[in-house]
């Protein structure tokens, strides 16, 4: 089982944070962090239930983790393994997650795919999601998988759709002329950008687009 404390800060003020596998007895904070971090327009029947957390949980626990802040679930990542083939990046996350209950879960997949993440706003400017995407990066070296992968909302395209396409879109935010809350987070992150999807989400902001984003195992070469 996972299970790691870390000192966060709040300017300069050291706030220390729990990362852990999160269990049965923290549905009710982790459903809690959903409906904080995804408002409307996010789809609220995305939201998690406690049939798809018990999948999680029994399906691949090593990808259910939680943030923990003085006694207080303060964010959660969630991932599966699937067998991803390079050739063919086109999906939706509703395929590939079987609609967040994870029961496509591959028990021997190449890759780790980022179910969700989310912070709740309470706890946000702490740097808790790049925590969370951290340790999630140690999971994937601990069951020696070959890369993480997720695909990354781009909820600045929208506003600028009549002008660009949704690839070059993504190529402005890698070359920096142009800062997407989700798509930059990720390349802080250390993501780097696959393709992009369509169809991926319904999510208006984003024209239902996504960036596939991947990590790769530093230990697992070509």
């Not at 009710?28 to 998690?48: A, C, N, T």
């Not at 393994?81 to 050739?87: T, V």
């Not at 994937?140 to 695909?151: A, H, R, S, T, Y």
């Amino acid at each position: 089982m996972y299970r790691k404390k870390v000192f966060l800060f709040k300017k300069d003020k050291p706030v220390e944070a729990v990362i852990r596998n999160y269990t049965k007895s923290d549905f009710p904070g982790l459903i809690r962090v959903q409906q904080e971090s995804f408002p409307p327009p996010f789809p609220s029947d995305l939201w998690w239930n406690e049939e798809q957390l018990t999948n999680h949980i029994t399906l691949f626990p090593e990808g259910a983790l939680c943030v923990e802040i003085e006694g207080e679930i303060a964010g959660s990542i969630t991932g599966m393994r699937m067998n991803f083939n390079r050739k063919n990046i086109e999906h939706s996350w509703a395929e590939v997650t079987d609609e967040g209950y994870i029961k496509t879960h591959a028990p021997k997949g190449n890759a780790l795919y980022i179910v969700d993440i989310g912070v709740s706003p309470e706890y946000r400017g702490l740097g808790l999601g790049k925590a969370l995407m951290q340790s999630m990066y140690e999971v994937v070296i601990q069951l020696k998988i070959e890369m993480l992968l997720g695909g990354g909302r781009m909820p600045g395209y929208g506003k600028v759709a009549d002008k660009m396409t949704a690839s070059q879109y993504l190529d402005a935010v890698v070359n920096g002329e142009i800062f997407d809350n989700v798509i930059s987070f990720l390349l802080r992150c250390g993501r780097l950008p696959v393709g992009v999807i369509p169809d991926y989400l319904e999510d208006e902001e984003s024209r239902n687009y996504a960036a596939l984003m991947e990590w790769r195992n530093p230990f697992c070469h070509d």
